[in-house]
C-alpha cells in the first residue's frame, strides 16, 4: 500500500516561485507513474503535470507549459513539482498522484494549499 504525503505549499506572490514535494512510502516508486493535480472548489480535480515510472516522459496543462516542472527521484522515492512565475490562479489544493503500472490503480495524497496573491 503506497503512501503519499505532501508538502511546500503556501503563500506566495504573484510571479514567485513554490516547489512541492511528494514523499512517498510502503512501495517502490519505481512501479508507479506520477502526478500532480489541482482542484478549486466546486470544480473538478485536473491534471497539471504528469511524469512516467521512469521519469523520462512528462506531460503538462496548457495552462502550466513553461511554468511549472514536474521531476521525480525514484531513489528518495519523492516526486516535485516546480512552479514559477505563479499566478493567482493557480490558487487552489494541489494533490500529489501515483497510479501503479501494474493494476493502474491510483493513490493520493491528502493535498497542499497553494495560495498566489499580493
Known amino acids: 500500500q503506497l503512501q503519499l504525503v505532501e508538502s511546500g505549499g503556501g503563500l506566495v506572490q504573484p510571479g514567485g516561485s513554490l516547489r512541492l514535494s511528494c514523499a512517498t512510502s510502503?512501495?517502490?516508486?519505481?512501479?508507479?507513474?506520477t502526478g500532480w493535480f489541482r482542484q478549486a472548489p466546486g470544480k473538478e480535480r485536473e491534471a497539471v503535470a504528469c511524469i512516467s515510472s521512469s521519469g523520462r516522459s512528462t506531460n503538462y496543462a496548457d495552462s502550466v507549459k513553461g511554468r511549472f516542472t514536474i521531476s521525480r527521484d525514484n531513489a528518495k522515492n519523492t516526486v516535485y513539482l516546480q512552479m514559477n512565475s505563479l499566478k493567482p490562479e493557480d490558487t487552489t489544493v494541489y494533490y500529489c498522484n501515483a497510479r501503479n503500472v501494474y493494476s493502474q490503480r491510483d493513490y493520493w495524497g491528502q493535498g497542499t494549499q497553494v495560495t498566489v496573491s499580493s
Open positions: 510502503g512501495s517502490t516508486l519505481e512501479d508507479y507513474a
